[in-house]
Nanobody, 124 residues
């Protein structure tokens, strides 16, 4: 079992910045993809940004140029720097990880894990 712990949400005025962080619990696994999704009231959960094991990064079109995802200084952590925040960025932000667990040298399974969510509210 892998646990994801998020931090950094809160209330910010339009044009402001917030930084979200997510840390995975320790264990014998490889994180293949780690990133952030968000869900606004009445809307489906959507990808915000993610980063793969080999460093490939993907952003939602709505956040390109404003948000930056990066690996944290500690192992199995990821940060999301959010600048120029808009009211439409208001949502619960969920950390996500696609984790590969090895049972032997040749046998592995992949699982998806989610954090508990952190509220980001952009309002004046």
């Amino acid at each position: 079992q892998v646990q994801l712990v998020e931090s950094g949400g809160g209330l910010v005025q339009p044009g402001g910045s917030l930084r979200l962080s997510c840390a995975a619990s320790e264990g014998t696994f490889i994180i293949m993809v780690m990133g952030w999704y968000r869900q606004a009231p009445g809307k489906q959960r959507e990808l915000v940004a993610d980063i793969t094991n080999d460093g490939t990064i993907d952003y939602a079109d709505s956040v390109k140029g404003r948000f930056t995802i990066s690996r944290g200084n500690a192992k199995n952590t990821v940060d999301l720097q959010m600048n120029s925040l808009k009211p439409e960025d208001t949502a619960v932000y969920y950390c996500y990880a696609d984790v590969r667990i090895y049972y032997s040298d040749s046998v592995a399974e992949e699982f998806d894990y989610w954090g508990q969510g952190t509220q980001v509210t952009v309002s004046s």
